[in-house]
């Protein structure tokens, strides 16, 4: 009885050394890559002044549109109203615009190559191994490359303007879909499949009847959801040239107006807040019609 | 199927083989709406074909010209550039995780039960998420000069409102029952919070955290472009004077980093679960 509680309580403290060692193994680990991190990032450097805080406070006091109640709805050329403060709103909202059209053409462009691509790698559709394995490699490699970096030679390649934008997210939404879509291919419920291959369908008809039924739904539903990516992504992409409101964002910076730089944000975060709720409300009918 | 067979099933049942004809018209009509739309906005958006090919051939040449890489005898700036991504990732996710978590404990439900003032505070977060890390690089890179601290607060103030979230649905997911057994037995609420609370959350919210580490090693790495230090600095600087061979050394060794990073953080994700 003894030994037994003895043996127990040895074992206990084994267990409480080895664990205590593996976090302090850990900790020591973290705190080191954090110092060396901070040092690298020159967060505390004081070559840039110091005082980390005090530089957020001043810049927030820059962002700040300096509006005054009284003269809110005051024209153009008084300091302190809103006019003033979003002073080129058509100019902006065409580039808002511009930028939702080339989300909504790169997710188009790009589920409809994820939807090939998908039948190309998916096990349960495409026999030929090599032809699997080449796609999904492609397809990888498009996930891992950041989306900006393939701007940025798009924009040298194709010139500045929306047209390497929507290329750019196209490719990346080829790359991130053509997965998802694989997935949704390969849980898809055989039997439908194997009653067309018994009436004699090629693999086009059985593409066309016995997986179209089945995923349609799950693929925009995905691509919805990708929609709201892009978006963010297609703001994003017009600062290092790729057409849309990234521009405005990037011309706002130049001439250091910090208030209109805030001005153009808000109405990206409107766009997106927008898109948002669209896409929420269609996939929850497709969700719904799934389930009826 | 044969010619025979679909004769003979549709003379059965019409209805399984074809729709009816208002549907079909209604659909066709939609589709060519809605390709009608999409060839408006590459009108609008000038997307012109000409163009395109063109931008193909200068493409082709591009990627003529990256094999092989080549590191132009830079490798040991290269390697530095690339550690201060990592840095920045790593300094960023980690400012990023200590902010989020006060507000994500404010932001659960079981913490502050008022209805109103958890809709209040959620739709404020929800409101900053869909904001890039690189739209506050550039204004960040304005206001405190070139360098990676403005990368470091720009990839923590994207994270913040998505890391609060799912923090706070992560507390509300806990189970009440290990709480209320350490408080039965008489813990102190920092007992609590260390027997009760902890062993459940602080797994979850780690794994979530490194997954954030992973997106920003990728986030990170396009920043310099604005000028907010690491290797997207670099390779601006090189797609700018057409050197693509360097190019594609970098962006090889990049993708190789990241390629690591996540299968380190992954294998640290899957032993947390």
Redesign the interface.
């Known amino acids: 009885m003894n030994t037994a509680v003895e043996i127990f309580e040895q074992e206990r403290r084994r267990m409480l050394v080895r664990q205590r060692t593996q976090a302090a193994v850990g900790l020591a680990i973290f705190t080191v890559?954090?110092l060396?991190?901070?040092?690298?990032?020159?967060?505390f450097?004081s070559d840039?002044g110091g005082d980390?805080l005090g530089?957020?406070a001043?810049?927030l006091q820059?962002?700040n549109p300096g509006l005054k109640p009284e003269l809110l709805l005051e024209d153009r050329q008084t300091r302190g109203s809103l006019h003033s403060w979003f002073y080129a709103l058509p100019t902006w909202l065409h580039a808002a615009w511009?930028t939702v059209?080339?989300a909504?053409?790169a997710t188009?462009l790009g589920s409809i190559l994820a939807l090939g691509a998908s039948f190309l790698t998916a096990q349960n559709l495409m026999p030929f191994a090599p032809v699997r394995f080449v796609v999904r490699r492609i397809l990888e490699?498009i996930r891992?490359?950041?989306?900006?970096?393939m701007a940025?030679?798009?924009v040298?390649?194709?010139?500045v303007?929306?047209?390497?934008g929507?290329l750019t997210l196209t490719i990346s939404t080829l790359g991130g879909l053509g997965k998802l879509f694989a997935e949704i291919n390969e849980e898809i419920d055989p039997r439908q499949l194997e009653a067309l291959q018994a009436?004699?369908?090629g693999p086009l008809?059985k593409i066309r009847y016995g997986v179209m039924p089945q995923v349609l739904p799950n693929y925009a539903s995905y691509a919805l959801i990708r929609l709201?990516g892009n978006?963010?992504?297609a703001?994003?992409l017009g600062?290092?040239g790729a057409?849309g409101i990234?521009i405005e964002?990037?011309r706002a910076?130049t001439y250091?107006e910090?208030d209109t730089?805030l001005a153009i944000?808000l109405i990206?975060?409107a766009m997106?807040?927008v898109i948002?709720l669209f896409s929420e409300a269609v996939r929850h009918r497709l969700i719904g019609l799934e389930k009826a | 199927m044969s010619r025979q067979a679909y004769d003979q099933a549709l003379a059965i049942a019409p209805d399984a083989l074809r729709a009816p004809w208002t549907r079909r018209v209604r659909d066709a009509f939609l589709l060519i709406l809605a390709l009608a739309a999409l060839v408006g906005m590459a009108i609008d958006l000038e997307l012109a074909p000409g163009a395109l090919m063109t931008g193909f051939a200068k493409l082709g040449r591009f990627l003529g010209e990256m094999v092989p890489p080549s590191s132009g005898g830079q490798s040991a700036r290269i390697l530095k550039a690339l550690a201060e991504t990592f840095a920045m990732a790593f300094a960023g996710t980690a400012i990023a995780a200590v902010v989020a978590l006060p507000l994500g404990v404010i932001g659960a439900k079981t913490v502050v039960s008022n209805p109103v003032l958890h809709f209040v505070f959620r739709r404020f977060l929800d409101i900053f998420r869909g904001v890039p890390a690189l739209v506050w690089a550039l204004i960040l890179v304005s206001a405190f000069g070139l360098g990676p601290f403005a990368g470091v607060v720009a990839l923590a103030l994207a994270d913040i409102p998505n890391l609060a979230k799912l923090f706070s649905e992560s507390l509300e997911n806990t189970d009440p029952k290990p709480i209320e057994g350490v408080r039965s037995a008489g813990a102190s609420p920092l007992a609590v919070m260390r027997f009760g609370l902890a062993p459940q959350f602080a797994p979850v919210a780690t794994s979530q955290t490194l997954f954030f580490l992973e997106g920003n090693f990728r986030n990170a790495g396009v920043l310099g472009i604005v000028g907010a230090g690491g290797i997207g600095f670099e390779l601006d600087e090189r797609i700018r004077i057409f050197a693509f061979d360097e190019v594609a050394f970098i962006i090889l060794l990049y993708m190789v980093a990241v390629a690591c990073l996540d299968t380190l953080s992954r294998s640290l994700r899957n032993r947390l679960a």
């Not at chain 1, 060396?36 to 967060?43: N, P």
């Not at chain 1, 040298?156 to 010139?159: D, E, I, Y």
């Open positions: 890559l954090l060396v991190s901070f040092q690298r990032s020159q967060f450097g840039i980390p530089r957020m001043d810049f820059r962002m511009q059209e080339m909504i053409l188009a490699a891992t490359l950041p989306d900006l970096i940025l030679i798009l040298a390649a194709f010139g303007g929306p047209l390497a929507v009436a004699g369908a008809k709201e978006l963010a992504g703001a994003a600062i290092v057409g990234g964002l990037q910076i250091t910090f730089y944000l990206i975060i997106i807040f948002d």
